[in-house]
């Protein structure tokens, strides 16, 4: 499978089909057998059907587009990451635990500082970094539930929850999807065991981003809906942390509302998202997570660009303010506005926003399936541009 980003989308869909008709997969897919058949006769479709077509095929877009080859070809020290993360959520989930000497044992604040450590990583885009720490802190987090001084338990519970979140997030990003749906449960499990609201209502978006990785959109979207509405804050509540999370699973919902092409519904969560933005003020980081107006803004240019309103994306881009974002969030909205030029013909432009974001961040753009989507969209554009981001992200040029 070495060439396998070397076929075009086309050759890789029909590959893929296999021994099904076009028919059955047109019908599965809930697309047009014209459609289908023009993608597979070499034509280019949008982001939105991509998605259905992965879905009617059993798989992922980054498949489609050829980007598994790069994720099976990850540098060893990468893979064996991703191995150590596999087995530190499984081994804590099953009280396998390399238990220290009792003057050894993890304390409270160092592990909320290694805690604080890995999240800034991960809010950098660095995923295979932060995983490098993740799987310790994992490890240290169940130790010390273990061993949690009496009055201390929920606490225990808590740390474990953010650690097992952290390791889904991050396999859910590195493409491991059977690793990001088990340590997301394990969280969920461990938040409950806290009786955290806050924790048990941020993997509400955490369970989201997941179920859209794997293109059940709809599962999604009520995933996130129901997190909302299970844990809506009163005007009365104080807690930003509360807000953050409610904030989250709005945007998760107008995202998979997005995907779905239900505009009326991703305005009114837009609309919602932005009324809870307004309240914090600011962009909050807290446990992993960031909410506030910068991040309703990036959030409102990527669900404009899946219900097609490349001009209305383009016009949010160009009047907000972005320095509140996280260097991850920023460059997924620098894909969305790529995105979005190429909807107007904008194709050189569209490929020198994917440039800037590909030259400065490709560990993290290595993993992110839309730059494929722009590279094949753009196609018309220079051919230098193309050979520049074909090397930088592993693939062929198209």
Same mark, same amino acid.
């Given at each position: 499978?070495?060439?396998?980003?070397? #076929?075009?989308?086309?050759?890789?869909?029909?590959? #893929?089909?296999?021994?099904?008709?076009?028919?059955?997969?047109?019908?599965?897919?809930?697309?047009?057998?014209?459609?289908? /058949?023009? #993608?597979?006769?070499? *034509?280019?479709?949008? =982001?939105?059907?991509?998605?259905?077509?992965?879905?009617?095929?059993?798989?992922?877009?980054?498949?489609?587009?050829?980007?598994?080859?790069?994720?099976?070809?990850?540098?060893?020290?990468? @893979?064996?990451?991703?191995?150590?993360?596999?087995?530190?959520?499984? &081994?804590?989930?099953?009280?396998?635990? +390399?238990?220290?000497?009792?003057?050894?044992?993890?304390? #409270?604040?160092?592990?909320?500082?290694?805690?604080?450590?890995?999240?800034? %990583?991960?809010? /950098?885009?660095?995923?295979? !970094?932060?995983?490098?720490?993740?799987?310790?802190? $994992? @490890?240290?987090?169940?130790?010390?539930? /273990?061993?949690?001084?009496?009055?201390?338990?929920?606490?225990?519970?808590?740390?474990?929850? &953010?650690?097992? /979140?952290?390791?889904?997030?991050?396999?859910?990003? $590195?493409?491991?999807?059977?690793?990001?749906?088990?340590?997301?449960?394990?969280?969920?499990?461990?938040?409950?065991?806290?009786?955290?609201?806050?924790?048990?209502?941020?993997?509400?978006?955490?369970?989201?981003?997941? $179920? $859209? @990785?794997?293109?059940?959109?709809?599962?999604?979207?009520?995933?996130?809906?129901?997190?909302?509405?299970?844990?809506?804050?009163?005007?009365?509540?104080?807690?930003?942390?509360?807000?953050?999370?409610?904030?989250?699973? %709005?945007?998760? *919902?107008?995202?998979?509302?997005?995907?779905?092409? !239900?505009?009326?519904?991703?305005?009114?969560?837009?609309?919602?998202?932005?009324?809870?933005?307004?309240?914090?003020? @600011? !962009?909050?980081?807290?446990?992993?997570?960031?909410?506030?107006?910068?991040?309703?803004?990036?959030?409102?240019?990527?669900?404009?660009?899946? =219900?097609?309103?490349?001009?209305?994306?383009?016009?949010?881009?160009?009047?907000? !303010?972005?320095?509140?974002?996280?260097?991850?969030?920023?460059?997924?909205?620098? =894909? &969305?506005?790529?995105?979005?030029?190429?909807?107007?013909?904008?194709?050189?432009?569209?490929?020198?926003?994917? +440039?800037?974001?590909?030259?400065?961040?490709?560990?993290?753009?290595?993993?992110?399936?839309?730059?494929?989507?722009?590279?094949?969209?753009?196609?018309?554009?220079?051919?230098?541009?193309?050979?520049? +981001?074909?090397?930088?992200?592993?693939?062929?040029? %198209?």
């Amino acid at each position: 499978m070495s060439h396998w980003s070397e #076929l075009t989308t086309g050759e890789r869909v029909k590959m #893929l089909r296999g021994k099904a008709s076009q028919e059955t997969i047109a019908e599965r897919s809930g697309v047009s057998l014209h459609t289908l /058949r023009k #993608l597979e006769q070499g *034509g280019n479709v949008a =982001l939105p059907t991509l998605v259905k077509i992965a879905e009617g095929l059993h798989t992922e877009v980054s498949v489609i587009l050829g980007q598994q080859a790069p994720r099976r070809g990850m540098s060893t020290e990468d @893979r064996a990451m991703l191995r150590a993360l596999s087995q530190a959520v499984h &081994d804590t989930a099953a009280g396998i635990l +390399l238990d220290p000497a009792e003057d050894a044992a993890p304390g #409270l604040a160092d592990l909320t500082e290694a805690a604080e450590r890995m999240w800034r %990583i991960y809010f /950098r885009g660095a995923y295979a !970094d932060a995983g490098v720490l993740a799987a310790p802190f $994992l @490890r240290s987090a169940a130790l010390y539930a /273990r061993h949690a001084p009496v009055g201390k338990e929920a606490a225990g519970a808590a740390l474990l929850s &953010d650690a097992y /979140r952290a390791c889904g997030l991050i396999a859910n990003f $590195l493409g491991a999807r059977d690793l990001a749906y088990s340590a997301v449960g394990h969280a969920m499990r461990y938040a409950e065991l806290a009786a955290d609201p806050v924790r048990v209502s941020m993997l509400g978006s955490a369970r989201a981003r997941v $179920l $859209l @990785r794997d293109n059940r959109v709809e599962q999604a979207l009520r995933e996130a809906e129901a997190a909302a509405a299970r844990n809506e804050p009163t005007f009365s509540e104080q807690g930003s942390k509360l807000l953050v999370a409610y904030g989250k699973n %709005i945007v998760f *919902g107008a995202v998979a509302a997005s995907r779905l092409g !239900d505009s009326e519904r991703t305005a009114d969560l837009m609309s919602q998202a932005h009324a809870v933005a307004a309240r914090l003020g @600011r !962009d909050v980081f807290t446990s992993g997570m960031q909410f506030g107006p910068s991040y309703a803004g990036a959030q409102a240019v990527g669900v404009n660009v899946a =219900l097609g309103n490349a001009g209305r994306a383009l016009d949010i881009a160009a009047r907000f !303010d972005s320095t509140g974002l996280t260097q991850a969030s920023h460059n997924r909205m620098m =894909l &969305d506005i790529a995105l979005a030029q190429c909807d107007v013909r904008q194709w050189d432009t569209a490929l020198d926003t994917l +440039l800037e974001v590909c030259t400065d961040h490709s560990d993290w753009a290595r993993h992110q399936a839309i730059p494929s989507v722009i590279i094949q969209r753009a196609s018309r554009a220079s051919t230098s541009r193309l050979r520049k +981001l074909s090397q930088i992200l592993g693939t062929s040029p %198209i």
